[in-house]
Nanobody, 128 residues
């Protein structure tokens, strides 16, 4: 059974930091791109960042460049999203998702519904 376990969300003031974790099981970790999406109820999920576990290539949405850092620990089958200088507009439910067989450049052009596996989400709330 494939599981993506997202954790690390919480309530933080603007300017603060959080680190999200996405622990994967049931997949061959290095075969997948792992992405983080932000979802605001009523809107489409918005991709935030993703990383290729085969070559560590990373991509970031313009809105988070310079503030967020994605990294991967293959020994732990875990991807992290370090979020610094948080803004109220970063608020949302953060989901991690896994996609196989594509590069990060291809992954960011893949609609959310086409990703292979999704975690359960973790809520990030940034107060002003």
């Amino acid at each position: 059974e494939v599981q993506l376990q997202a954790s690390g969300g919480g309530l933080v003031q603007a300017g603060g930091s959080l680190r999200l974790s996405c622990a994967a099981s049931g997949i061959t970790f290095d075969d997948y791109v792992i992405g983080w999406f932000r979802h605001i109820p009523g809107e489409e999920p918005e991709w935030v960042s993703c990383i290729s576990n085969s070559n560590d290539a990373t991509v970031y949405a313009d809105s988070v460049k310079g503030r967020f850092t994605i990294s991967s620990d293959s020994a732990k089958n875990t991807v992290y999203l370090q979020m610094n200088s948080l803004k109220p507009e970063d608020t949302g439910i953060y989901y991690c998702a896994a996609l196989s067989g594509l590069t990060t450049a291809q992954a960011i052009r893949t609609i959310a519904e086409k990703w292979d596996y999704w975690g359960q989400g973790t809520l990030v709330t940034v107060s002003s």
